[in-house]
């Protein structure tokens, strides 16, 4: 494969680009590649690990036996393992950037329970003005998550700013904010704050105990580290992380998508941004950062933390408001802003959010909805599928067929 060191960021959306992606709206695919099918005791254990998770509902099968599952679940953010992107995203050689996700849970995902995914193209909206790149798309892709009997555990909305990297180097928004270098008075504080996190675990939190205006948290994740971002992508996988001969197939197929980055002398791809700060610095980011599906997880684990083994989270949502570099703290913080019963299901909303050591938004304030158990109505009622997403999974084509028309 010989070809001309290039950056990925030379390529620009043009018109028919766009076109080309916009005519793929509401086309559902099957994930072409999956790093976890099946939710094996160490699929959920390293991803339990990757997000710093310790509730013995995922990793103790004596102790989850007793408990109203009567064996191991998954945290419902393992969802994320199994595949980070379902569909056809296109616009290829133009930089994604996690920016926010919806997530409606329908059941849990129950040890060995196997994992298909589909995905689609929601939505494409320019974006009349960036501060951070030129010419820019929020879009938004639709997956579903089924497992072997072909119920739908899962449905998730996830929104990625698709920008001209060169543009956002140039204007460097993000340069210049120096790592916070802590001193062991400030170490002791966030220890003690790590220590201090609290798994409710057995105790059911009934519905009728619940009010408005009770906290979750706070819960620390940080400072953030290289060896963090290894972690999570021992549990969560990668979609373009491959060795040898298998990342040579991949970038001949997709030579576009791959970043030469001059400080480096590599030509590597741009999923490196999370591990190296060459490679953040060439979309105008300082250091090295997170991973969207990652804070979007530790907010997962904020909730489960909270609500006890008794509850299921069946709607989160969260927004990605500033870089996540590496040094950077994130506390997460919630309340409850709301309590009401909707279909024989006793049910709290809660408003959460996330702030840095220079007290920045890492997430604004977002809603999410837990399912209690109550004394009066009994445990929890899981929700249903809409009928519209059932149909949607009937008409699903399968893999094998649309590789071998060559659709994806």
């Known amino acids: 494969m010989k070809e001309a060191k290039r950056r990925g960021t030379e390529t620009k959306i043009t018109e028919e680009m766009i076109q080309e992606l916009l005519g793929e709206k509401g086309i559902e695919y099957p994930a072409r590649r999956q790093f976890n099918e099946v939710a094996t005791k160490d699929a959920i254990r390293h991803w339990a690990d990757a997000i710093g998770d310790l509730n013995p509902l995922w990793r103790d099968e004596e102790y989850a036996r007793k408990t109203l599952y009567g064996g191991l679940i998954a945290p419902p953010t393992w969802l994320f393992s ?10 290829p050689g133009v930089h994604g950037m996690h920016s926010g996700t919806d997530w409606h849970f329908h059941k849990p995902v129950w040890l060995n329970d ?16 960036s501060e951070f790149a030129g010419r820019s798309f929020l879009q938004i892709m639709r997956q ?3 497992n072997q009997k072909g119920e739908i555990v899962a449905e998730l909305f996830t929104q990625t700013i698709r920008h001209e990297r060169d543009a956002a180097r140039e204007k ?33 939190r009934y519905w009728e105990d619940v009010q408005v205006g009770d906290k ?34 991949w970038e001949r197929r997709h030579p576009h998508t791959l970043e030469y980055v001059e400080e480096t002398g590599e030509r590597d791809v741009p999923e490196l941004v999370h591990i190296f700060d060459a ?46 570099q590496m040094g950077d703290i994130t506390t997460f913080e919630g309340k409850v802003i709301k309590k009401y019963i ?43 599928p809409s009928v519209k997403l059932m149909k949607e999974a009937e008409e699903a084509r399968p893999l094998d067929e649309l590789i071998k028309e060559g659709i994806i």
């Open 279 to 324: 490679f953040a610095r060439t979309i105008g980011v300082e250091r090295a950062y997170d991973y969207g599906c990652q804070r979007m997880s530790w907010l997962g684990n904020l909730y489960t933390n909270w609500m006890g083994d008794d509850a299921f989270l069946w709607k989160m949502r969260g927004d990605l408001r500033v870089f996540n």
């Open 82 to 91: 199994t595949t980070m992107m379902a569909g056809r995203m296109g616009l």
């Open 342 to 384: 909707e279909d024989g299901r006793c049910c709290v909303d809660i408003e959460a959010w996330g702030k840095n050591q220079r007290d920045e938004w890492s997430m604004r304030p977002n809603p999410a909805t837990v399912i209690l158990p109550s004394r009066e109505y009994g445990p929890v009622v899981y929700p249903n």
């Open 114 to 129: 196997r994992i298909s995914v589909t995905g689609q193209l929601h939505e494409l909206i320019e974006k009349t003005h």
């Open 144 to 146: 579903v998550y089924r």
């Open 216 to 249: 979750l948290g706070p819960m620390l994740k940080g400072p953030l580290s290289v060896r963090d971002e290894v972690g999570w992508l021992m549990g969560a996988g990668s979609p373009f992380f491959r060795a040898h001969k298998i990342e040579y197939e």
């Open 172 to 204: 460097g928004k993000y340069y210049g904010i120096t790592k916070h270098v802590y001193n062991d008075e400030e170490l002791e504080v966030i220890w003690a704050a790590i220590e201090r996190e609290e798994i409710r675990g057995a105790p059911p």
